[in-house]
């Protein structure tokens, strides 16, 4: 599965999946919670804005930057953005990939992947870590969301847009770890009726002297 396929994917979804998704936080209070936590951390380390990766039509974007950070999206599928544009033209929107961000070293307070790291080959989810890290600024939050398993190992399954991968938060934090950033906290939260799998998010923070 390659990039150009993943965002293929969501193209041909990307109307359907706004109309059943976009008032998803309005049943998610700990996801809600942990956003703020994020928002707050960013602005008193005020380094820059936040990047929302894989941000898909827009909603969790533009809730984020109604908690106060400066944030934009980025996502893969151009329908996607055309949505995300569309619903809340005073936001940025751009197309791009997470493994190689149209954006200079050091510029970004904080990154949102909120379940846009789940189509990524594992061998090549290093790569993305250390590109985040290249666009964080030192003092920078990492948030990312994931659906999790027991395993250690990366266990496929069949998403309802394309092949995604399940993993164990030790795992992910391991990686996140090898790429030079420091575990905050994590989130692990049982399946809400209708969601099959254990829901998962890690905070992390690029050192200062990095």
Not at 144 to 163: C, I, M, R
Not at 178 to 207: D, T, W
Request: charged residues 20%; hydrophobic residues 45%; proline residues 7%.
């Amino acid at each position: 599965m390659t990039v150009h396929d993943t965002g293929a994917a969501y193209d041909a979804v990307a109307s359907l999946y706004a109309e059943l998704f976009s008032d998803m936080l309005d049943t998610r209070p700990l996801e809600r919670a942990l956003l703020a936590a994020f928002a707050e951390l960013v602005q008193a380390h005020n380094a820059g804005p936040v990047a929302d990766i894989g941000c898909g039509p827009g909603h969790v974007t533009a809730h984020l930057h109604a908690l106060g950070p400066t944030t934009f999206g980025i996502d893969l599928s151009p329908a996607m953005i055309t949505l995300a544009r569309e619903a809340h033209p005073e936001l940025r929107f751009d197309v791009g990939t997470m493994s190689a961000l149209d954006l200079a070293d050091g510029v970004l307070g904080g990154i949102l992947a909120s379940y846009s790291v789940i189509h990524t080959h594992p061998p090549e989810l290093p790569a993305v870590f250390t590109e985040f890290q290249r666009v964080l600024a030192p003092g920078g939050h990492l948030l990312l969301g994931f659906f999790a398993g027991d395993d250690p190992v990366p266990q496929e399954f069949d998403h309802k847009v394309t092949l995604a991968y399940r993993w164990s938060p030790d795992s992910l934090a391991g990686l996140l770890r090898h790429a030079g950033f420091v575990e905050v906290a994590r989130l692990l939260r049982e399946p809400h009726e209708g969601e099959r799998f254990q829901q998962a998010h890690l905070l992390v923070r690029k050192p200062q002297d990095q």
